[in-house]
């Protein structure tokens, strides 16, 4: 399974962004793992933001995000997004996403990851 993730960019405080990850590769197709995004600031760790399950579209959400950020996949692109309304300065971070086997919080849940996308908000 091969993950590119993109969208990423500058913006203000109270902006948009979408990222999208295109998931490829036979064994995505066949088994359409579950997914997941995660950020990392400079010096912390990796944290958890938003998980689908890649057939019932079940979410779950970190509460830093909750309410403004929505995560979704188009089952027919392999492609996985996350909208993110009402940036803030402290979601500045490379946004990675993952696949499963796991629609979980934790990054042990997920086998597969992305290279990551800067997202960047000033205030």
């Known amino acids: 399974v091969q993950l590119q993730a993109s969208g990423g960019g500058l913006v203000q405080a109270g902006d948009s962004l979408r990222l999208s990850c295109v998931a490829s590769g036979r064994t995505f197709s066949r088994y359409g793992y579950d997914m997941g995004w995660f950020r990392q600031a400079p010096g912390k760790e990796r944290e958890f933001v938003a998980a689908?399950?890649?057939?019932?579209?079940?979410?779950i959400y970190s509460d830093s995000v909750k309410g403004r950020f929505t995560i979704s996949r188009d089952s027919a692109k392999s492609t996985l997004y996350l909208q993110m309304n009402k940036l803030e300065p402290e979601d500045t971070a490379v946004y990675f996403c993952?696949?499963?086997?796991?629609?979980?919080?934790?990054?042990?849940?997920?086998?597969?990851w992305g290279q990551g996308t800067q997202v960047t908000v000033s205030s």
């Open positions: 993952a696949a499963g086997p796991i629609r979980g919080p934790t990054t042990d849940d997920y086998r597969y």
């Open positions: 689908i399950g890649w057939r019932d579209g079940r979410q």
